[in-house]
C-alpha cells in the first residue's frame, strides 16, 4: 500500500514558477514508478510526467516538455514537479500517481492516487 500526499500547489502569475512535492508512504516507493497528472475544470484528467524507479527513465507530455521537470529522492519518498514559464493552461488540480511502471503512468494507469494539489495561473 502507498499513500501519496501532494503539496506545493498555489496562485502564480503567468512566466512564474511552482514546485510541487508529493510525499509517500510505505517502503514500497522506491521500487515504483511516479507521476504527475492534472485535471482543468470541464476536462479529463492527463498525464503530464512520470519517473522510473531509479530516475532513468522520464516522460513528458508535449505541453509541457522543455518547461517542467520531474524529480524523485529515493531516500526521502518524495518526488517532485518543477513548473517553469507556467501559463494560464496550466491552471488545474495536480496529482501524484504511483505503478511500477512508467509507461503504465504514461498511458495513463496508476495504482495509486494522491488528493490532489490546485494550481492557478493567472494572465
Known amino acids: 500500500q502507498v499513500q501519496l500526499v501532494e503539496s506545493g500547489g498555489g496562485l502564480v502569475q503567468a512566466g512564474g514558477s511552482l514546485r510541487l512535492s508529493c510525499a509517500a508512504s510505505?517502503?514500497?516507493?522506491?521500487?515504483?514508478?511516479m507521476g504527475w497528472f492534472r485535471q482543468a475544470p470541464g476536462k479529463e484528467r492527463e498525464f503530464v510526467a512520470a519517473?522510473?524507479?531509479?530516475?532513468?527513465?522520464?516522460y513528458y507530455a508535449d505541453s509541457v516538455k522543455g518547461r517542467f521537470t520531474i524529480s524523485r529522492d529515493n531516500a526521502k519518498n518524495t518526488v517532485y514537479l518543477q513548473m517553469n514559464s507556467l501559463k494560464p493552461e496550466d491552471t488545474a488540480v495536480y496529482y501524484c500517481a504511483a505503478h511500477p511502471l512508467s509507461r503504465s503512468l504514461r498511458a495513463g494507469v496508476a495504482d495509486y492516487w494522491g488528493q490532489g494539489t490546485q494550481v492557478t495561473v493567472s494572465s
Open positions: 510505505g517502503r514500497t516507493f522506491s521500487s515504483n514508478a
Open positions: 519517473i522510473s524507479w531509479n530516475s532513468g527513465i522520464t
